[in-house]
DNA sequence: GGGTAAGCAGTTTTT
DNA sequence: CTGCTTACCC
C-alpha cells in the first residue's frame, strides 16, 4: 500500500495521507490535488484498519460530500458501511433527529429554508403590536442569523424590537417543531454543553475527523470542530487562504489562525504543486495574490509548459464583448477540436450574464447557466411540498398559511387573521383552530368561509388516510393536484402567458416523479415522508447538467472547486471586480475581491480570455467604464501583444480609486 | 378578496 | 428596463 502511495502521490500529499496521528492542517493550493489527496487519506485510514465508522468528513456542499463518498468508494471498492461524509449541515441535522427529546422535540423535525423562515418572520411581525413597519422582516432575519450565529458577541441592534421578535421566531419554532438553518449548527452545540455525556460519545466515537474547504467554515462550524475532536485531537483541515470567497456569509478564515492555537501540536503541510494550469497562468495567478497582505506565505509551482500567453481585448460595449466570446468559443472548437464542456465563461454578477446568453443562443451553442433559482425553491415545487409537509404534520402553521389560499378557495386576509387570533386566544395551532371553525358552532366565519375551510380540512384529513393505508404517496399527490385543480389554477395564474403556465406545472411533474422514484429506491421504513422533504430543503439544488456539450456559464462563486481548460473573464473592470457594492460596505473587501479574481484565473488549464469594455449598459443608462485595477497587478509580460496598450495606466487607476471614494462619501 | 398601479431595487449564495 | 413587493381601491 505505501509503495503504492509513494507513486500516486507527490511528496507533501504522500505526508497528508498518512500522517494520522496528530491535528493536521493542510494548506492546498488551487489546482493542487487537494480532493485527490482527501479520498486516499480516508482509504488510507480505511486500509490501516480503522473503522468506517470512527471516521467523520465534513464538507460545506452536498455536491462535494457527494464527489466525496463516491471516490471513495471507487478506491475502496464499494462504499464502506458506517462512513460518515456529510455536509456540516446535514450532520448537525442527525444529530439533532437523534437527540431529538433532549433538546425538546418529539416527533418528526421540519427544517425551514429561507423562505420558511421570512414567512414565518413575516407573521411574528404581524403579530407584534407597534411596529409600524420599522423593521422588515429581512432585516428581522439577518440579526436573528447573527444573534444565532455570533454565539454570545452581541448582533447589531438596529431596532430596539428585534430582541423581542428574536423571542417570538424561536418560540414559533419550538412551538411547530421546526428548525432553521442556523439551528443546524447551532443546536448540536447546545447538546453538546447541556449534555456532556452525550459529546463525549460523539468524541470517541470520531477518532479520524476530516474538514474540507475549510477556509470557508463559520466560527460557529469550528466550534462545533473543536467540540468534536478535542478527545481524540486528530482533526485534519484542509484548506487555502487565497480561495476565501465566502466570508460575506459568515465564513471566517481566520479560523485556520485560531485551529493552529487551539491544537498546538499541529502539523502543517503544504500542497504547493499544481496540476492543472499552465505555467503562464498559475504565475500570473501568483502575481496578483501576493498583493494580498492577509494570507499565508506559499508558493504554488508547475511541472507543465509555459503555455499561452493571457489573451486581454478592450470592447466597446457588452454586445460587441460577447459576439466576439462566441465567435472566439466557435472558432476554438473547430481549431483545437473542443468540445463545448470545455469552455467555461465565469462573471462576478448575476446580472452580466443576460447578453452573453442571447449571444451563445444567437450563436445557436449550447450552454449552462449555473446557480439560479433552486428547482425546490420555485413557487410550484414549494407550494406542492407544503401540501406534503402538512399531511405529514398539520400543525405546521407555515405550511398552513401557504396553502390556505393556494389555489384561491376564498380564504384570505380575514380569515387568515380570525385564524390566527383563535389560535392565540386558544395556544393551539392554525390547523386546530382551523378545525373549530370549521365545524364549531357558532362560527365567527362568513358561510362561504366556513365552507371552504371544511372542504380543506377535509382535504387535509383524506391526504393523511391515504398515507395511512401505505399506497405510494406519489398517487396520493397525483390526486390532490386533480382535486385541487393545481394545473387550471397555474393556467390561470399565467393566462396571458400559457407556456409559463405549463412550464411551471412540468416542473410539479418533475417533482412528483422525484417523489415517486424516491418512494421506489428507498429502504423499508427507513425514511418517513418528513424525513425526505427535510432531506430535500437540505439537498434542494437542481442537479447542474453537466452532461457533455454544452458550455458553462456561471459567476466565479459558483465556479469553486472545478476547471475547464479554456476560460472567458468578461468585464474586468472596475467596480464590478471588485465590486463597487463589496468595497462600499467594508473597505477591506479588496482582499477579498481579489481571491475573487484569482479563483477566477486559477479555474483555466489552458487558455485564459479577459476582456473588458470601455462602456457597458447599467441598469437603464449606459455608463463608462474603467478597467479593473487587478489587471496593473499581473505584469505585462504574461499577456499578447495586444494587452499593454490595453492596460490602464498607473494614473488612470488612481483616479478611478479617487473617483470611487468620493463618490461614496457623497452618498453617506 | 382580488386586481391594478405605483414604488423600488437590481453582489456573490449554500445549507 | 424589469421584476417583484406593497398599497390602495373597488
Known sequence: MKEQLHELLNQQQYRAVTTIDRPLLIIAGAGSGKTRMITYRIAYLLHQGVSPSSILALTFTNRAAREMSERVSQLTEGPAAGLTVSTFHSFGLQLIQAHGPLLGYRGSITVFD???????????LRQTPGLR???????????ISQKKTSLGNSAEESHPALPRIFTEYQDHLKAFQAVDFDDLLLLPITLFTSRPEVLSSYQKRFQYILVDEFQDTSNIQYRLLRMLADYHRNLCVVGDDDQSIYSWRGADYSN?????????????????????STGNILEAANHLIANNRLRKQKSLWTGEVQGLPLHFRVFEHETEEAESITAKIRELALKNSWNYDDFGILVRANSLMGTLEHELMAAAIPYTVSGGMSFFARKEVKDVIAYLRITANPHNDVDLLRILNTPRRGLGKSTAEELRSTADSGGSSLYSA???????EPSPLPSRGKHALQELIELIRWAREEVKTGKPISEMLSRLLDRIAYRQFLMQEHAKNPRIGEWKYGNVERFREFLSRWEEDHEEGELSLADYLNRISLTGKQEPDTRGGKVSLMTIHASKGLEFPCVFLPAVEDGIIPHEKSIAENPQAVEEERRLFYVALTRAKEALYLSRCSSRKFMQSRRDASPSPFLQEIPESFFTETAPSSSPTREEVLRTFADLRSKLKSRQ
Do not use: C, H, W
Open 434 to 440: 382551523a378545525e373549530m371553525l370549521a365545524f364549531g
Open 133 to 143: 413597519g420599522g423593521v422588515t422582516a429581512g432585516e428581522a432575519a439577518s440579526y
Open 114 to 124: 429561507t423562505q420558511d423562515k421570512l414567512a414565518m418572520i413575516q407573521e411574528v
Open 256 to 276: 485556520i489562525t485560531s485551529f493552529e492555537k487551539d491544537f498546538p501540536e499541529v502539523q502543517e503541510i503544504k500542497l504547493e504543486q499544481n496540476y492543472r
